[in-house]
T-cell receptor, first 113, second 116 residues
Framework: GENVEQHPSTLSVQEGDSAVIKCTYS??????FPWYKQELGKRPQLIID?????GEKKDQRIAVTLNKTAKHFSLHITETQPEDSAVYFC????????????FGSGTQLTVLP | ETGVTQSPTHLIKTRGQQVTLRCSSQ?????VSWYQQALGQGPQFIFQ???????GRGNFPPRFSGLQFPNYSSELNVNALELDDSALYLC???????????????FGAGSRLTVL
């Protein structure tokens, strides 16, 4: 089955700096890669996603890049703000009847004021 | 439009007991997935329901079972609870389809189960 590895597990940045979180996946058939943000005690919320037919997607301060050959994808947050502090999860999904997401183990991002 | 709602929010059970968790899907969604999130880990797929039938299952034993009702709401049942079942159980709904916006999961806030 699919396996997703996520690094780093913790990341601290100064407010205004950029943050990058990286994930690798094992199943070359996977074609959908969402990123979720989970604040303490809250539900995971989709912040951006990318499909395998594009290499990059951007939404304001957030961008995701995908390298299908290397089977890795990354989340980039620019001009970080304290409210960006949360746990971020990457995930991958292959085509199929259940369309289940396989999640990485998460990155605790702390933005220091 | 309402989001995904889950109940109860917290519960405590003892080993060997049974538990039922409930989920109401987001308006317009017809598919429900359940995930188990252990402390400090990413969510793990338990199973998915579509058209009131199980539509895929992760690596969980048969004592984890579920139902989907005609209104697309769902239940997760866990029998013979074990200590390792302590976790946050997340329900996510989606709309099955081929459009670019289809199959995007919207999560509920979860039910936190503690097994003593």
């Amino acid at each position: 089955g699919e396996n997703v590895e996520q690094h780093p597990s913790t990341l601290s940045v100064q407010e205004g700096d950029s943050a990058v979180i990286k994930c690798t996946y094992s199943d070359s058939a996977s074609n959908y890669f969402p990123w979720y943000k989970q604040e303490l005690g809250k539900r995971p919320q989709l912040i951006i996603d990318i499909r395998s037919n594009v290499g990059e997607k951007k939404d304001q301060r957030i961008a995701v890049t995908l390298n299908k050959t290397a089977k890795h994808f990354s989340l980039h947050i620019t001009e970080t703000q304290p409210e960006d502090s949360a746990v971020y999860f990457c995930a991958a999904r292959r085509p199929g009847s259940a369309r289940q997401l396989t999640f990485g183990s998460g990155t605790q991002l702390t933005v220091l004021p | 439009e309402t989001g995904v709602t889950q109940s109860p929010t917290h519960l405590i059970k003892t080993r060997g007991q049974q538990v039922t968790l409930r989920c109401s899907s987001q308006s317009g969604h017809n598919t429900v997935s359940w995930y188990q999130q252990a402390l400090g880990q990413g969510p793990q797929f338990i199973f998915q329901y579509y058209r009131e039938e199980e539509n895929g299952r992760g690596n969980f034993p048969p004592r984890f079972s579920g139902l989907q009702f005609p209104n697309y709401s769902s239940e997760l049942n866990v029998n013979a609870l074990e200590l390792d079942d302590s976790a946050l159980y997340l329900c996510a709904s989606s709309l099955a389809g081929r459009d670019s916006g289809a199959n995007v999961l919207t999560f509920g806030a979860g039910s936190r189960l503690t097994v003593l």
